[in-house]
C-alpha cells in the first residue's frame, strides 16, 4: 500500500476526517481537550484517531514548549508535506495570499514579509530567536537542517516549497522569506541574512549571527 492509499483509508473514518479538517482549518497548533469537545469523545479515543493522522503522515505531533509551570500539551498541526492534498490549502495558496496583500498594499515582497514576520514575533509562544525562526521554516515545508555554532546558527533548507514560482522569480520570492526572517528577528541582537541558490536544487541557507554580548 503507497502512502496516499494509507493517507486515504485513515480518512476514511467519518470522526477521524473530522479532526483532521479542525485541523486543517485552524491553521494553528490544536490540543487533544478542543479535539475531544469537537467530537464529544472521551482523551483516549481522540488520541487513537490522532495516532492514526500521525502514522499516516497527515499531521505532526509535538510537545508544547512552556515558559510558565505545568506539564506540557501534546500539540498537533497539519504536516507540511500533507498540504494541498485532501481538501487542505497548499503552500502556494498561501503564497497567493502573500503576494495579494503586496499588491493591495503596493509594497514590496520583503516589506510584507517583515510585516508577517513582526506578527509571528508577536505571538506569546516565546521561542528563541533561531528556534522560532527554525519552526516557521519547519511548518512552511522547507524541511531545515540547522547548526549550531558558538555565535552563529546556519539552517540550510533541504527544500523550496515554492520551488515552481521561486525559479522564474526568485527575487519576488527570496526577497519575501528574507523579510520574513528579518520580521521575526526584528527587536533581536541577532543579524540575519539569506543565502539563495537553485530552487529547484534547494539549499538556500538562513545564516544568523548574535552579538558577542548576548552570548
Known amino acids: 500500500m503507497n502512502e496516499l492509499q494509507i493517507q486515504a483509508k485513515a480518512l476514511g473514518d467519518p470522526t477521524r476526517f473530522k479532526i483532521y479538517r479542525y485541523i486543517v482549518d485552524s491553521n494553528r497548533d490544536v490540543n487533544v481537550a478542543e479535539l475531544t469537545k469537537l467530537v464529544g469523545f472521551n482523551h483516549n479515543a481522540v488520541r487513537q484517531h490522532l495516532n492514526l493522522l500521525v502514522s499516516a503522515g497527515l499531521v505532526i505531533e509535538e510537545l508544547e514548549l512552556r515558559t510558565q509551570p505545568g506539564r506540557p500539551r501534546l500539540l498537533y498541526r ?3 508535506e500533507a498540504e494541498g492534498s485532501f481538501e487542505s490549502r497548499g503552500p502556494y495558496s498561501w503564497l497567493a495570499g502573500v503576494l495579494a496583500r503586496a499588491l493591495a498594499d503596493k509594497k514590496a515582497t520583503r516589506e510584507i514579509g517583515i510585516e508577517l ?46 520551488a515552481e514560482v521561486a525559479k522564474d522569480l526568485p527575487e519576488l520570492i527570496c526577497q519575501f522569506h528574507l523579510g520574513y526572517v528579518e520580521g521575526m528577528a526584528e527587536g533581536e ?27
Open 189 to 215: 541582537d541577532i543579524s540575519v541574512q539569506l543565502v539563495p541558490k537553485d530552487p529547484t536544487k534547494a539549499g538556500c541557507r538562513i545564516i544568523m549571527e548574535r552579538s558577542k554580548a548576548s552570548v
Open 117 to 162: 514576520g513582526k506578527e509571528v514575533s508577536e505571538q506569546e509562544i516565546e521561542y528563541d530567536i533561531a528556534d522560532r525562526i527554525e519552526v516557521e521554516m519547519i511548518k512552511k515545508g522547507f524541511k531545515p537542517e540547522r547548526t549550531d555554532k558558538r555565535t552563529a546558527v546556519d539552517i540550510k533548507m533541504e527544500r523550496c516549497p515554492f
Open 78 to 80: 497539519l504536516s507540511p
